[in-house]
């Protein structure tokens, strides 16, 4: 976090000095400056909070956080698609006011859906232990859940639905369902996401691009040429922190995005890398969290967040290198992005909530042993 708000801030930069409160929401350099302390005071407050509240061990569903937490995300999602009162950007409702006036601030309900699912199915995948491999009780149920979300987001955001199926079909996996009942939903899934491209000329030129690209390297769309220009730049040391120029107007989405670009710039490829190799061990830390917690319950939520934050930094990073084609899916803790660093911060408190209480469940066998 204290990364993405050093080069949040750099990549902010403009050639004006002139900051006015009246228009807060438009300095995002500000807003993300004040969002960190928030983010780590949000991390400490959720590793304080016992995750089993979240899971239906705790007496039974409807004594759980989890439904309530989802019930209250589909909410959102239906809200936000009502003209009026969801915010329109970039062509797509995406966006809840919240607090207007000079500090207003926007609040994304899909970034709320995606964690909701991730606690909701590790909830239920934890519960049916056994009945997981029943089709009809275990596999359709949970399949309806996450099509429901999916189909409330792909609209608007096709890069979090598609993230949200792609987290569903590995939690999946994680809690033991037969391989061949992916097949089923498989020929529905394709046509939909089918539609859903076909449907956006946007995201039609997105992939057109990208596909094009390896035949033709002059067919690369501009956001992607000025993501590579921007790397390339860096060589191995970097122009220097604050020395970059791609930022002013060549790089679109510097602070948010194409962060990552802006790193790789001014810090080169020792920045870069230093990046990518934190996130390496934050998965390396979350597996030793997964492996040694005999909760199933923790077992499976701490493998989803650590699944959620890796797979998001692996596609956001593809992206800006030009690997994959362009998505919206932000780099976790670094790009620009209040609802996403808060709902991560969260995450990653009940992540550390899982550790400590696993941690005290060791010393008090080693005790009585």
């Not at 960190?36 to 239906?56: A, E, H, N, Q």
């Not at 939909?192 to 769309?221: G, H, L, M, Q, W």
């Not at 956001?316 to 030009?322: A, D, K, R, Y």
Request: hydrophobic fraction near 55%; include cysteine.
């Amino acid at each position: 976090m204290a990364t993405g708000t050093v080069f949040v801030f750099s990549a902010g930069a403009n050639v004006s000095t002139d900051y006015d409160l009246q228009h807060f929401y438009d300095f995002t350099t500000l807003k993300q400056v004040l969002f960190f302390p928030f983010g780590v005071l949000v991390l400490y407050l959720c590793s304080r909070l016992d995750y089993k509240k979240f899971g239906f061990e705790c007496g039974s569903p409807a004594k759980s956080f989890s439904p309530y937490l989802l019930i209250f995300a589909i909410a959102l999602l239906v809200l936000v698609l009502i003209p009026g009162i969801g915010v329109q950007r970039h062509g797509a409702r995406r966006w809840l006011d919240i607090c207007p006036g000079p500090l207003y601030v926007s609040f994304q309900p899909s970034e709320l859906a995606k964690w909701a699912i991730i606690f909701f199915l590790a909830a239920l995948v934890a519960s049916l232990a056994h009945t997981i491999k029943l089709y009809w009780r275990g596999f359709v149920p949970i399949c309806l859940v996450s099509g429901l979300v999916m189909a409330l987001i792909v609209t608007q955001d096709f890069g979090t639905a598609a993230f949200i199926a792609l987290l569903t079909f590995l939690m999946l996996v994680i809690g033991g369902a037969r391989w061949w009942h992916f097949l089923t939903p498989l020929p529905v899934a394709a046509a939909a996401f089918y539609a859903a491209i076909v449907s956006s000329p946007t995201r039609v030129n997105r992939i057109e691009s990208f596909i094009k690209s390896f035949i033709d390297p002059e067919a690369i769309s501009y956001q992607a040429k000025q993501s590579l220009i921007a790397i390339s730049t860096g060589g191995i040391w970097g122009k220097g922190l604050g020395r970059g120029i791609c930022k002013y107007g060549h790089v679109p989405e510097d602070t948010s995005d194409f962060v990552f670009a802006i790193i790789a710039e001014e810090l080169g490829f020792v920045g870069a890398a230093l990046v990518i190799v934190i996130f390496i061990a934050f998965v390396a830390c979350g597996m030793i969290i997964v492996i040694r917690c005999e909760n199933r319950f923790g077992r499976v939520l701490a493998a989803g967040i650590v699944l959620a934050i890796a797979l998001q930094a692996a596609i956001n990073i593809g992206v800006v290198m030009v690997v994959l084609p362009t998505k919206g899916i932000p780099l976790p803790f670094v790009s620009a992005g209040g609802t996403s660093m808060l709902l991560s911060a969260a995450a990653v408190g009940i992540l550390l909530n899982i550790a400590r209480q696993t941690e005290s469940q060791r010393q008090i066998q080693e005790m009585s042993t």
